[in-house]
């Protein structure tokens, strides 16, 4: 993310509760989101994902704090007059039109011109890659071009910002794919800012120009992909984006930790003396080597064949390890787990989300 772009909105310790619950779903949270930026939310069912889209849509309004664009405080303004448009998962097209009038609504209810409704529609079917279907049906159109109808209807408002709400989850997964590539395309192509919903790891890290993770009505980590990815500042958010290796752990001092039976040089520092932390180490960072006093041991337990890599779990030191390998082993050999201080990322101990982690001869929720 880029500081030297503008701050579109910001939300200034924002808190929120239902008013049937007394669990906040947001508590006390502040971001800024800057001119033409792609930013995801990014957290499991109930963390505050979609309440924070809503109160930037105006459909949600904040129990404390502020939401401001740019530089205003909006709180108050309703919906209709935000420079706000928002695609739902369930796209809400009109069956009774047909693909050009529904592009062309919002700009007749806004009473803009028929000339400049034709050229402006034209211009966003084109920019969605549906020029040549304005006459067809909703239902003649599949979900993907379906979803690229309610996007071409939101931004042919030209908004400054368009919000949108897992919009790819009823798609196909090589349906969904596709549409994350092209959505990064329209919004680049547009130079709006995007503020997107979603559950899905994977989807946040090929779009977004910046990764908010939230869980439990808080923000645990803003950045990058790359820095979401491999500088997780807690054990939550490494297990979250992707899979990782995570043991409980000991500093004894900066720069040297304990865990599974061993002392090892890191690169970590900042810690109080013995004090307990989390280590994490990611799959694709470890080396299945030979046995040696040099090395972890361990014993195979499990080879999966994954297409692009071997997943293997190795029972080593009563912890079952992922590793990521292009080469295959043996169920049942005695192998050495090899990485460097560089590989070990170490953290303040969290609470861990509750996804699937491995244990031997089936899966259980952590």
């Known amino acids: 993310m880029s500081n030297s772009k503008n701050k579109i909105i910001e939300l200034k310790n924002v808190s929120m509760t239902f008013r049937d619950s ?6 006390n949270i502040s971001l800024d989101i800057h001119d033409n930026e792609f930013v995801t939310l990014l957290g499991p069912s109930g963390c505050g994902k979609t309440t924070t889209l809503r109160i930037i849509g105006g459909f949600a309004t ?8 740019n530089g205003k405080r909006i709180n108050d303004v309703p919906p209709y007059k935000r420079q706000v448009n928002t695609v739902f998962q369930k796209y809400a097209l009109f069956p009774h039109l047909n693909v050009y009038d529904n592009v062309a609504f919002g700009l007749r209810i806004s009473k803009v011109p028929e000339k400049e409704i034709k050229q402006r529609v034209a211009e966003m079917l084109e920019i969605v890659d549906l020029a040549g ?11 993907g071009q379906q979803q690229r109808i309610a996007i071409a209807r939101a931004l042919v408002n030209n908004p400054k910002i368009l919000l949108l709400d897992e919009p790819l989850g009823a798609l196909d997964l090589k349906l969904r794919k596709e549409m994350q590539i092209e959505l990064k395309k329209i919004q680049q192509r547009m130079s709006i800012t995007f503020v997107y919903v979603t559950h899905d790891q994977e989807e946040a890290l090929t779009m977004s120009d910046t990764v908010v993770v939230m869980n439990k009505g808080e923000i645990q980590q803003i950045g990058t992909p790359q820095d979401i990815y491999n500088e997780p500042v807690n054990a ?3 297990n979250f984006i992707g899979e990782s290796n995570i043991l409980p752990g000991i500093m004894h001092r900066d720069y040297l930790v304990e865990f599974a039976g061993n002392n090892f040089d890191c690169v970590d ?3 109080e003396e013995m004090e307990p932390v989390d280590v994490v180490i990611r799959p ?3 080396t299945i080597v030979p046995a040696s006093d040099e090395v972890l041991n361990g014993v195979v337990e499990t080879v999966t064949f994954k297409g692009v890599h071997y997943e293997i779990v190795v029972n080593a030191y009563s912890d079952y390890w992922i590793v990521h390998s292009t080469k295959s082993a043996n169920v049942g050999e005695v192998v050495g787990l090899s990485f460097t201080p560089e590989d ?13 982690r491995y244990t031997v001869g089936r899966s259980e929720e952590a």
């Open 22 to 27: 007394d669990t906040p779903v947001l508590n």
């Open 62 to 69: 904040p129990d404390k704090g502020d939401l401001l664009f």
């Open 133 to 143: 279907f304005e006459k067809r049906t909703i239902d003649q159109m599949s979900g």
């Open 236 to 238: 939550f958010v490494a």
């Open 269 to 271: 520092g900042g810690f």
């Open 284 to 286: 694709e960072d470890i």
């Open 344 to 356: 070990i990322h170490i953290m303040k101990k969290s609470e861990m989300p509750k996804i699937t």
